[in-house]
Nanobody
Framework: QVQLVESGGGLVQAGGSLRLSCAAS????????MGWFRQAPGKEREFVAA????????TYTDSVKGRFTISRDNFKNTVYLQMKTLEPEDTAVYYC?????????????????WGQGTQVTVSS
């Protein structure tokens, strides 16, 4: 079992930055990929970014490319999402997720473990 705990959300003005953290309760060598998703009010949960734990290959949705960066700290079993140049459209609950085995990075149904989410609110 893998437990994921997100932190770092909050209220920020448009153009500002936030860094989200996701701490995993177990050794992440047992995880194939870590991902970030988000869900805005009244909308479906959507893919944001993901990273293969071995090799560090990253994937981003188009709307965040150049603004968001996913990274990891192997010693801390933690994955981060650095968000810059935030826009009101980025307002959502952000979720961390983990895949145990090989699967498509953007497929929400292929993630096995989920965190509780952290709220990000961007004011205009």
């Amino acid at each position: 079992q893998v437990q994921l705990v997100e932190s770092g959300g909050g209220l920020v003005q448009a153009g500002g930055s936030l860094r989200l953290s996701c701490a995993a309760s177990v050794r992440t060598f047992s995880v194939y990929r870590m991902g970030w998703f988000r869900q805005a009010p009244g909308k479906e949960r959507e893919f944001v970014a993901a990273m293969r734990w071995s090799g560090g290959i990253t994937t981003y949705t188009d709307s965040v490319k150049g603004r968001f960066t996913i990274s990891r700290d192997n010693f801390k079993n933690t994955v981060y999402l650095q968000m810059k140049t935030l826009e009101p459209e980025d307002t959502a609950v952000y979720y961390c997720a983990a895949q145990r085995t090989t699967a498509q990075a953007t497929d929400i149904g292929k993630y096995d473990y989920w965190g509780q989410g952290t709220q990000v609110t961007v004011s205009s």
